[in-house]
């Protein structure tokens, strides 16, 4: 039970009404005693005073033992528990109205008597008790004159032996008794209240830590259970750790969502690069085994072929490993755009340009749209360069012989007829066999390849669309893509107008 936050604050609330009570109960009776105390002294204050008017204690220097025994009698009579001595002027006891042996002082200090007699202090005044050593008790006090000579002091101890007992009678009363146990009742009471209290107060917040550890053990994928507070403006701290569990447990699951789906990827991923570099590997070492086999008996066009293919697959190894260098540098957190002023149509002519030689050779014809008034763009113009690379490289791939390829660059997104707000688009268009719907949402995956038709500019890598994608997402944007059967495909891209 210690262990919960519950546990501890039940027993520390406790201890502390524990204590409380302890120290209510013992003020109590401290008060009670001192208040008897004062209410004695005040009482017999004049006590003393009365007996020295009515009676001459004190002839020549000597203690009047007739008065003193009357006196001693009536106060035994009438108030047992009052206890009276005759001091000189310098507080020696002359005569004292107590049993042989009980007196332990021979000298009482005059200090106290001095203050009741000059009123210089609140009552209760404490004075010394003759029958201790060091015990004090209150007192009433007068002095002795004749002739204007102060002969003594009546000394009056208001509160003698008797009223030891007499106090420990009243501390046993039934009133302190009914008194105490009504205190207790109500610190049982209150301790029960805290207790309700606190299990109310902290049974959210034991939810909540049910709640998180059903969550730990269901690896962060087990739906949360615990109940969002519906308004966390107005909830207390337990209602936003609540609201902020909910919502850290929402991020959990979509990353271990995210984890898992990355690692089936990179599962695919590894599985289709070590197809796709065995393939050209394969092919390249059958080639020229073939070769150092028949060493001198073939013909030299036939060396030429087989050494052409070799070649073939030597680039397409080289070019696969290169793009899949290309595609680690941008995914990592190091690689990030420079960013600069240039004229987009400049570029579009130049990258047109690397092309010309092999859409002429496969028959395939690249036209361009471009208006030379367009402004400069706010990019970086070698990853541009490699996305307009990338996509007239694929529609050369997927465009058959006699097929178009345009490129168009304009202010206006022709799609949705809306005028974009300082950006121009660019858009790589061809008159391939198209790209079913369904596939469309896949298309810039890894190593992704369409089934739709045959590639007749060579086999790709299916990494030339994912470096597209990534080069767009370091930009800030993204890339837009539709696609009809056997009518071709239109990708397009919007880039910001450079404001220097």
């Not at 020295?52 to 020549?60: M, R």
């Not at 030379?372 to 012989?401: C, K, S």
Request: with cysteine; aromatic share 8%.
């Amino acid at each position: 039970m210690l262990k919960t936050l519950y546990g501890k604050l039940a027993v520390s609330f406790f201890a502390l009404l524990l204590l409380l009570g302890t120290l209510y109960i013992g003020l109590t009776f401290w008060t009670t005693r001192l208040f008897l105390m004062e209410v004695n002294q005040k009482l017999n204050r004049s006590l003393a005073n009365h007996m020295v008017t009515e009676k001459i204690l004190i002839s020549d220097g000597k203690a009047n033992n007739e008065a003193l025994k009357e006196i001693f009698h009536m106060l035994m009579v009438i108030n047992p528990t009052i206890e009276v001595y005759l001091l000189d002027p310098q507080g020696t006891l002359l005569a004292f109205s107590a049993p042989p042996g009980k007196v332990k002082r021979k000298q009482i200090s005059l200090q106290p008597i001095h203050q009741f007699l000059n009123q210089e202090t609140n009552f209760p005044l404490l004075g010394d008790d003759p029958r201790g050593k060091s015990r004090q008790k209150v007192f009433s006090v007068a002095p002795i004159f004749k002739d204007n000579e102060l002969q003594g002091y009546l000394y009056v101890i208001l509160g003698g032996e008797a009223f030891d007992s007499t106090a420990q009678m009243l501390q046993g009363s039934y009133i302190l008794k009914l008194s105490t146990w009504a205190l207790m009742g109500g610190i049982f009471f209150i301790l029960v209240a805290g207790l309700l209290i606190f299990n109310l107060l902290t049974r959210r917040l034991t939810r909540l830590t049910h709640g998180l550890e059903e969550f730990q053990r269901g690896n962060f994928l087990k739906p949360l259970e615990f109940p969002a507070p519906l308004n966390t403006k107005s909830g207390d701290e337990i209602d936003r750790l609540g609201s902020a569990f909910h919502e850290m447990a929402q991020r959990i699951q979509i990353q271990m969502n995210k984890l898992k789906e990355i690692d089936s990827l990179r599962r695919q991923l590894v599985a289709n690069v070590s197809h796709d570099l065995r393939t050209p590997l394969a092919a390249l070492q059958g080639y020229l085994e073939t070769l150092h086999l028949k060493e001198g008996k073939l013909s030299p066009e036939e060396q030429r072929e087989y050494l052409e293919i070799a070649t073939r697959h030597c680039e397409r190894l080289g070019k696969l490993i290169s793009e899949l260098f290309e595609l680690a540098r941008l995914d990592s957190h190091e690689t990030q755009p420079h960013l600069e002023p240039f004229s987009i149509c400049e570029l579009v002519q130049d990258v047109v340009q690397k092309f010309k030689l092999a859409s002429e050779k496969k028959g395939v014809h690249i036209q361009t749209n471009l208006d030379q008034e367009l402004p400069f763009v706010y990019a970086d113009i070698g990853l541009i360069e490699r996305v307009l690379g990338n996509l007239i490289e694929n529609a050369l791939r997927f465009t058959p012989e006699a097929g178009t390829i345009s490129i168009q660059l304009s202010k206006t997104d022709k799609r949705f007829n809306v005028k974009a707000n300082g950006e121009i688009t660019i858009e790589v268009s061809d008159t391939g066999c198209g790209i079913p719907p369904e596939e469309i949402p896949y298309i810039f995956h890894r190593f992704y390849r369409a089934t739709q038709g045959n590639a007749s500019g060579g086999e790709g890598s299916g990494l030339g669309l994912a470096i597209t994608k990534r080069i767009m997402e370091l930009h800030g944007t993204s890339m837009a893509v539709k696609s009809q059967i056997n009518q071709g495909t239109t990708f397009s891209f919007h880039l910001p107008v450079s404001k220097i």
